[in-house]
């Protein structure tokens, strides 16, 4: 039976993901959330190339911060991005299938710091990501005792 | 009458971007380059919203992460982003007009370092952006005397 | 006639020099401080160097760090580091002049955004850094209108 | 027995440390290298304290820098810090006895991405800190079979 956190985890995902336009339109899945975690997966489609002929940086940024924004909200607080690294060790091709999981390295005060690994289908990793958060107030879902 | 290097920095620009199908796909339109420089734009459409209601990082990332591509094989030697940082400084929201501007701030070697700076269209400053680029070896254009 | 901004970025600077044992254990000099802005120089000493026999990387990201201190606390608002990234471009070298200039590009709310420029005695860019700050209560000199 | 990747590290860190008088005046112990690892520590004295009397970060970095280095010359091949990001999470204070690990994450041609987290005497996470390397030619001791 889950816990009273990975149930607000889910709940807070389910309902960010019904929102995220950006998230839908570039064909991510939600696979997996638990407390101050995320996992997302991606197809490389044919418009998400460029000039080299490999996936643009930005559309593996995007799925690398979509994690990292779902497992930064994954304790039902609203959280944004203040600032992010992505280091890109291989490239990725159309048809890649691209999957990002953001684990919480720290937390204190209103601030954190996550790391997403993206990875292709064999498991190559494309890129490391490191993300610093912010806690801006609100919550995603209600809860019958809101978190402070 | 243009230099060779701006001539050249065009026909690399105008190349790279005819085929490159992720920033045109996001509707970017190529303002400027010169060598070491480009400047983009990009509007903010529906599907780029988030959970938050507000542009996705990810697209804002990309937009810079364009310029400095852009920036960066103005030379006419084929690079890429080796890492990029990215800080958010306010949000973008559905229409806004983004111009994202990037600089050279050094080269040595194969290695290059760049800033953009992502502005709507009220001049306030939405991201900053730091790229580090490494050259891949070949041209994008091909020239009577190829650089070294 | 300085304005009373100018004097309360000197005055905070000085008192946060006297402060700073490690600035001055590292030999640096405060050579100018504005609003937004520090200027600070240091000289390679020979057990700065590392087994590369240049300046290990920590003494060039100290300096830099201190004009961003410097620079981000020049409003007398108690601001530390939240982040910082450094982009090496170049060795320095026992004997180098250092000199690290601070900017403030962006502030807002209680977060700011500050890039250092590092250069030897040549006037050669010897490292990037940018830092991210976080305004932490309290101010660093006493006013007769405390800012908010 | 240890396997002649585990002594050639070994020999590579005590060769780099015995000449890093940096490190060395820094009051930093090298505790432990392995291939792609490399473990350091280091007391946090009076003259590491800024006017927050707390440690200033550029000794917290030079921790996690060193611990980078000795983690990325570990193959030995010679190896330098192209560029480094450090989150602060907490302060450090006089007496502290700060740990870094720094542990591989990618290596791919010349380039390789390293995190280092620092932590104090109690297990609090201080600072995490991502690397990026680039082997510059040259090996650190000499083997009776160069690495190429």
Known sequence: MPTSTQRLAEQAAQKMFSEDRASQSLGMRLLDVRPGYA???MTV???MTNGHATCHGGFIFALADSAFAFA???HNLRTVAAGCL???LAPAYE???LTAEA???ARAGRSGVYDAVVTNQNGQRIALFRGRSRQVGGTIVE???EPA
Chains 1, 2, 3, 4 share one sequence.
Request: proline share 10%; charged share 35%; glycine share 4%.
């Open 39 to 41: 996992k997302l997966a």
């Open 45 to 47: 489609r044919p418009e």
């Open 72 to 74: 930064c909200n994954s």
């Open 86 to 88: 992505i280091d890109f």
């Open 95 to 97: 048809g890649d299938e």
């Open 103 to 105: 684990t919480e390295q």
């Open 143 to 145: 809860t019958p005792h």
